[in-house]
């Protein structure tokens, strides 16, 4: 019998600078700036809102996150659901033009 492979996912409302010279749209703007973090990468984003600036846009959007175990030591995503939240937001934090509002672990159907 195979192991069912189990990658860890959550919605994410973030806040992501997406610069006008941005190749696409606004929303593979923000997608290609959400995935530049290591080890996060979108499934699913829905844009909330818009703020036009000199150089950038600012878009608020709402994103399924895809967390890649792989990129994560020693099974750190394995964890309690707020805990893989909490790491997320974090990385999410340290990500450059992305401020994350919250984040919550999204459990898989049964």
């Not at 990658?7 to 929303?27: H, Y």
């Amino acid at each position: 019998m195979a192991a069912a492979i189990h990658t860890p996912s959550v919605e994410a409302t973030v806040t992501v600078r997406v610069s006008q010279a941005a190749a696409g749209d606004l929303a593979a703007g923000a997608r290609a700036q959400i995935e530049r973090i290591d080890g996060l990468s979108v499934e699913e984003l829905e844009i909330a809102g818009l703020r036009p600036g000199l150089n950038d846009t600012t878009v608020e959007a709402v994103a399924t996150l895809a967390v890649d175990e792989g990129a994560a030591p020693d099974g750190e995503f394995d964890a309690a659901a707020e805990f893989v939240a909490d790491r997320v937001r974090e990385r999410l934090a340290d990500g450059f033009g992305v401020d994350p509002e919250r984040v919550e672990r999204v459990d898989p159907p049964d």
